[in-house]
């Protein structure tokens, strides 16, 4: 295994929280673990050489390839059930009413990772507007730091174990089996994805703004300060009404939180 200098540690992890909001100054046993074997293979013999290519920026592939190892993307449909539930029950109820006008909606799944979340959203979204759907604009922009994990979103291809939390009725009807316990997401789900590389960090400069915002098991990696101004970014993004759902291992300090505390992980922009 190659040995990752303190200083080279130092350099790295400040040039990531900089410019991702990751935070990974106390994970230096798992940047060596997870980018020794990439390092090997990329021919690079310590990680100076690697460190110096990685903040000279000259290859993004190359830092997305660093940010795919050292952040996990582990997710599965029908994740975190309850949020969906809320959504069913309370959020698209009252999405209906206020759009019953302009029939369009605005949500938001921001660090999608492969694709789950808003093709999870997507098929509640078709179950609840039933055979009225199609009269409502319900698209769901999809975004992540990450094009090569955009690619396999916009693939849509997943395992059985992936989809093994679905009723066996949605299965049916917003999936297609492709051999060897592969599904792919139905044309009805993909066309009501739009999918975008963005980084969080970013100012969120989107045309409108949104009545949901999903950004679930990704501040985890944020310290207090990046998340607690990631939040402020989001709440400027919201219309009055709308949510925001974070990830139930994530929470937000009360104190600073400009949203209103809903039920745990959902949270709410007052006003009308």
């Not at 790295?12 to 020794?36: A, E, H, P």
């Not at 009252?94 to 799944?109: M, T």
């Not at 139930?248 to 745990?264: D, F, N, R, V």
Request: some cysteine; charged content about 20%; aromatic content about 14%.
């Amino acid at each position: 295994m190659l040995t990752l200098t303190d200083s080279d540690f130092q350099s790295l992890y400040t040039y990531i929280k900089k410019n991702y909001g990751i935070d990974l100054s106390k994970k230096k046993q798992l940047i060596v673990s997870r980018l020794s074997n990439t390092l090997a293979a990329q021919g690079f013999e310590d990680f100076s050489a690697y460190v110096k290519d990685i903040i000279s920026g000259r290859d993004p592939d190359m830092v997305t390839a660093m940010l795919n190892k050292l952040t996990t993307n582990y997710t599965y449909f029908l994740r975190e059930e309850a949020h969906f539930k809320y959504f069913q029950e309370v959020v698209l109820p009252d999405l209906a009413r206020k759009h019953a006008r302009d029939k369009s909606l605005a949500i938001w799944s921001a660090g999608c990772s492969s694709g789950e979340e808003p093709y999870t959203i997507s098929i509640y979204l078709k179950e609840f507007f039933g055979a009225q759907a199609s009269q409502w604009d319900t698209r769901v922009l999809a975004t992540d730091i990450s094009q090569k994990i955009l690619n396999s979103a916009m693939a849509a291809t997943y395992n059985e174990e992936s989809i093994a939390p679905l009723p066996a009725t949605w299965k049916t009807k917003y999936f297609v089996k492709a051999g060897n316990q592969q599904y792919t997401v139905a044309p009805i789900l993909k066309q009501n994805v739009i999918f975008r590389p963005f980084n969080l960090m970013e100012p969120i400069q989107f045309k409108r703004k949104f009545d949901l915002i999903f950004c679930r098991n990704v501040m985890i990696y944020f310290d207090q300060d990046t998340k607690d101004a990631l939040v402020r970014r989001f709440y400027n993004a919201t219309v009055p009404g709308g949510h925001l759902f974070i990830g139930h291992s994530e929470g937000l300090t009360k104190a600073t939180c400009p949203y209103q505390y809903i039920q745990p992980a959902i949270y709410r922009k007052t006003g009308k």
